[in-house]
C-alpha cells in the first residue's frame, strides 16, 4: 500500500518561503514511471498542478508558478520537497502531494497524500 503524508508549517508570513515534505512509504521515489507531484486547492476554488519531479530527476512546473517554484527530492529518505519563493495570500491553500503514473501514453494520480492546509498571513 502507497502512502503519501506531508508535512509543513500550517502558516506563512507573506514575501516568505513555503516549504513542504511529502514522506512515501510502500514504494520507492525512483521506481520507472513515477513522477512525485504538488497539488493544491486555493479555498472555493478547484485543483491546480503545480509540479513535479520524475523518477528520472527530471522537474516540470506549471508555468504560472514555474518563476516561483521548486521541486527536489531526497531518495535516502524517500522524500520529496516543494518550495514556493514570495508566497502572497493568494497562495493560501490545501497542498497535496500525489504519485503520478505515466506509461504507454496515459498519466494518472493514483495515490494521494490527505493534504495540508497552508495560509500565508501576517
Known amino acids: 500500500q502507497v502512502q503519501l503524508q506531508e508535512s509543513g508549517p500550517g502558516l506563512v508570513k507573506p514575501s516568505q518561503t513555503l516549504s513542504l515534505t511529502c514522506t512515501v512509504s510502500?514504494?520507492?521515489?525512483?521506481?520507472?514511471?513515477?513522477?512525485w507531484t504538488w497539488i493544491r486547492q486555493p479555498p472555493g476554488k478547484g485543483l491546480e498542478w503545480m509540479g513535479a519531479i520524475a523518477y528520472t530527476g527530471y522537474t516540470y512546473y506549471n508555468p504560472s508558478l514555474e518563476s516561483r517554484t521548486s521541486i527536489s527530492k531526497d531518495t535516502a529518505k524517500n522524500q520529496f520537497t516543494l518550495q514556493l519563493n514570495s508566497v502572497t495570500p493568494e497562495d493560501t491553500a490545501v497542498y497535496y502531494c500525489?504519485?503520478?503514473?505515466?506509461?504507454?501514453?496515459?498519466?494518472?494520480?493514483?495515490?494521494w497524500g490527505q493534504g495540508t492546509q497552508v495560509t500565508v498571513s501576517s
Open positions: 510502500g514504494a520507492s521515489i525512483t521506481a520507472n514511471y513515477n513522477y
Open positions: 500525489a504519485r503520478g503514473l505515466g506509461r504507454g501514453g496515459s498519466y494518472y494520480h493514483d495515490y
